[in-house]
């Protein structure tokens, strides 16, 4: 039976490439030229990662950016351990907006953690675009939370340290991986029951 031992949900303004960065870390690919496509409610997709000597299933929900979807992507954070919220270094809107995410995630997951992410590190490093948002303000809006990367998911630059980090954090939570051996065992008890209960109903005629 599929499972998924950590949630980690997308958050962000429209544009600032949260998209891309679930590409980049599942794929391993970057769609250069692709035409800009609204994700619609939320998109879901997982991978296995390690940690601490175990392996463990993440699932991944990219929620949309739009505003007219916000009513529909609430419903994504519930039971989230982790969320990455992301912005655009050189879009000051898209910071301002970062706060609103966060405090909508706090009305449903008030102890999930929190990771903010700075998109697009590629276009900054090549002086394409400008820094509008204030690094100092960053870092000090960050150290309430669980950590700040500058990401590139045109060069894959900090995404996989990105991800590796939360499902370490969330290794050494106790209270979650309480959970995560909680359910694991659930799991294995319905397989087996199921197994059985095919042994039973199998046709040997």
């Known amino acids: 039976m599929s499972r998924c031992d950590f949630k980690i949900v997308l958050l962000g303004s429209e544009h600032v490439g949260k998209t891309s960065l679930v590409l980049r870390f599942v794929n391993c690919r970057f769609n250069t030229g692709a035409p800009y496509q609204n994700t619609i409610g939320a998109a879901f997709c997982a991978k ?7 392996d463990f299933n993440i699932g991944i929900w990219d929620t949309a950016g739009s505003e007219r979807y916000e009513a529909m992507t609430k419903m994504y954070y519930r039971g989230a351990h982790a969320a990455i919220i992301c912005y655009e270094p050189s879009s000051y809107a898209s910071w301002t907006r970062l706060r609103h995410w966060l405090q909508e995630l706090r009305t449903v997951e008030e102890e999930c953690k929190v990771y903010l992410c700075a998109t697009k590190k590629d276009l900054l490093d090549s002086g394409a675009v400008v820094r ?6 960053v870092n000090t809006y960050s150290q309430g939370l669980c950590g700040h990367f500058e990401t590139s998911s045109k060069t894959g630059e900090n995404v996989d340290e990105l991800f590796q980090k939360i499902v370490d954090d969330c290794v050494t939570d106790i209270e979650i991986m309480k959970n995560v051996e909680r359910t694991r065992v ?10 059985l209960k095919s042994k039973e109903t199998a046709c040997y005629c």
């Open 48 to 54: 296995t990662m390690h940690s601490n000597g175990k």
């Open 132 to 137: 509008e948002v204030p690094e100092d303000i």
């Open 186 to 195: 659930q799991l294995a008890k319905e397989e087996e029951a199921n197994k």
